[in-house]
T-cell receptor, first 115, second 117 residues
Framework: DAGVTQSPTHLIKTRGQQVTLRCSPISGHKSVSWYQQVLGQGPQFIFQYYEKEERGRGNFPDRFSARQFPNYSSELNVNALLLGDSALYLC??????????????FGPGTRLTVL | AQKITQTQPGMFVQEKEAVTLDCTYDTSDPSYGLFWYKQPSSGEMIFLIYQGSYDQQNATEGRYSLNFQKARKSANLVISASQLGDSAMYFCAMREEPNQAGTALIFGKGTTLSVSS
């Protein structure tokens, strides 16, 4: 079975531009989470979607938005890019939402560079 | 305040030796989960081991074991018989329940492990 897939692998944008990152969860998984990992730091939570509804939001500005589609894939959009948005963006999928143990399977990430 | 603290930026170990990576956490929630992930240079986060706050025994998964000391709020990862392929960044993470952000994981800053032959 395929794992979590993300596209594109790498992306270079300039300040002020907009970017869309895509994620396909593991088949059967209904929850998708997005994380931002700046170089040298641990991942920081951005959003979680479950059954196409936003279930959690981290401490990120409104320039960041996301959505989940009927097939449970997800997009993360970032508007008005800043240099500080340069990071590895990780997508994670899990089967459910409710329990403290809900293993999240991570994709390979999209490396975004903002010039 | 930091919820997950990893105080070792880098650790060095020789092949076949055991190594302990430290992790302390801060939560007032009685129900929570603790995770360890491995991140090779490729970037993908690989799940290693999980410990629930109510679990009576320390978790083990192959060469990985979690030294869970609830009163001290520590969840150290022990890797036995280190291999060259263990060289990577290791992250400790926590999920609280209930959590305003769904089932979001809170990560520490990570520890870089280097295994030499």
């Amino acid at each position: 079975d395929a794992g979590v897939t993300q596209s594109p692998t790498h992306l270079i944008k300039t300040r002020g531009q907009q970017v869309t990152l895509r994620c396909s969860p593991i088949s059967g998984h209904k929850s998708v989470s997005w994380y931002q990992q700046v170089l040298g730091q641990g991942p920081q939570f951005i959003f979680q979607y479950y059954e196409k509804e936003e279930r959690g939001r981290g401490n990120f500005p409104d320039r960041f938005s996301a959505r989940q589609f009927p097939n449970y894939s997800s997009e993360l959009n970032v508007n008005a890019l800043l240099l500080g948005d340069s990071a590895l963006y990780l997508c994670a999928s899990s089967s459910g939402l409710a329990s403290s143990y809900n293993e999240q399977f991570f994709g390979p990430g999209t490396r975004l560079t903002v010039l | 305040a930091q919820k997950i603290t990893q105080t070792q930026p880098g650790m060095f170990v020789q092949e076949k030796e055991a190594v302990t990576l430290d992790c302390t956490y801060d939560t007032s929630d009685p129900s929570y989960g603790l995770f360890w992930y491995k991140q090779p240079s490729s970037g993908e986060m690989i799940f290693l081991i999980y410990q629930g706050s109510y679990d009576q025994q320390n978790a083990t998964e192959g060469r990985y074991s979690l030294n869970f000391q609830k009163a001290r709020k520590s969840a150290n990862l022990v890797i036995s018989a280190s291999q060259l392929g263990d060289s990577a960044m290791y992250f400790c993470a926590m999920r609280e329940e209930p959590n305003q952000a769904g089932t979001a994981l809170i990560f520490g800053k990570g520890t870089t492990l280097s295994v030499s032959s």
